[in-house]
């Protein structure tokens, strides 16, 4: 029972991390492009 249930919150932590990282490539994705586009404007 006790491993199982430790099991399951693995699995919640890692997807919760999983979900996480996404969103944290998300934005440094769109910031990077957002400054190489100010960057190319400015010249």
């Known amino acids: 029972m006790v491993q199982a249930a430790v099991n399951g919150f ?16 998300v934005i440094l994705c769109c910031t990077g492009c957002l400054g190489v586009r ?3 404007y400015k010249k």
Do not use: H, P, R, T
């Not at 693995?10 to 991390?17: G, I, L, N, T, V």
């Open 10 to 25: 693995q699995m919640d932590a890692s997807e919760k991390m999983a979900e996480i990282a996404v969103e944290l490539f």
């Open 38 to 40: 100010q960057l190319l």
